[in-house]
């Protein structure tokens, strides 16, 4: 059996993290309790967009607290997004679920944060379900995360994403005992302040890579100036879930992750990585 649970809510300043409490007309619903009969998490439905009010690039994650999560926090990557202009922009972003085993500890309280990473962007709109079950899905293995951002400056250089918004240096070892890179979670998208296209890319190397650095697509961007008088669209790039990658690992190693933006400098680029990692 599953039951599901939501919260939405605005972040609306960077690198801060920004606590999910309402439910459209439900503005005080309460502590979000792990329901009864419920073991586990197994599914996450996410979405996020940037309101456009800025000339610039952002990325977004979520976050997982309280006493309901048996292992202790997770973090989620979301979206990631940029602004050619501050003058107009539409746009939409529908949801994708992320499979997920994350054991909970029923009537215990599960906080649900969100946050907007990199620059000001004027703000950032986050809807998060929660799918309960009673039963382990997806494998059966439990999950652990480390989520990992940043500015892409230069194209065709490697550059390293050492932050996570509001924590400036989370730790980027393998959880112990946990064996493989079952999933990424991976956003990536440049401001598009200059023409051209632009691909982008992971690195996955450390220590705790046992089969040597792996390269994992993730997007490409495009951009060309409009016509006098007009506005170019914004940049949103949905959540990208690549699945059953089965990069085996070395537990308690260290990680590292770069992405790259090869091709045109289109402007500068964001980029959010999460590793889901399996026993």
């Not at 379900?129 to 490697?158: K, L, Y």
């Not at 070892?173 to 598009?192: C, F, H, M, N, R």
Request: glycine share 14%.
């Amino acid at each position: 059996m599953k039951q599901y649970r939501l919260r939405e809510g605005d972040a609306t300043a960077v690198d801060t993290k920004t606590a999910l409490t309402t439910a459209g007309s439900d503005t005080a619903p309460g502590s979000l309790m792990v329901p009864q009969g419920m073991k586990f998490i197994t599914g996450l439905i996410v979405s996020a967009v940037q309101n456009m009010a800025a000339a610039t690039g952002f990325s977004g994650l979520i976050r997982l607290e309280g006493a309901g999560l048996v292992n202790g926090p997770e973090s989620f990557a979301v979206v990631a997004g940029g602004n050619a202009v501050a003058t107009g922009g539409n746009g939409v972003n529908p949801v994708k679920k992320i499979p997920v085993n994350l054991p909970v500890s029923e009537a215990n309280e599960i906080q649900v944060f969100g946050e907007m990473c990199g620059t000001d962007v004027g703000g950032v709109g986050f809807v998060v379900g929660i799918e309960f079950a009673d039963a382990a899905g997806d494998g059966a293995s439990e999950h652990r995360t480390i989520t990992v951002e940043g500015d892409i400056a230069s194209v065709d250089t490697r550059t390293a994403l050492t932050t996570q918004g509001s924590i400036a240096s989370p730790s980027l070892l393998v959880p112990a005992g946990y064996t493989k890179i079952d999933k990424i979670l991976v956003a990536a998208s440049s401001e598009g302040l200059a023409d051209g296209k632009q691909s982008f890319f992971v690195r996955l190397g450390g220590n705790a890579v046992k089969g040597g650095e792996q390269l994992l697509p993730i997007s490409v961007a495009g951009r060309i100036a409009p016509q006098a008088g007009s506005d170019s669209a914004p940049q949103i790039c949905p959540l990208v879930i690549l699945e059953d990658l089965q990069i085996e690992v070395s537990p308690s190693d260290t990680v590292s992750v770069w992405v790259e933006g090869a091709g045109d400098d289109t402007g500068t680029a964001h980029a959010i990585v999460t590793l889901v990692f399996a026993k």
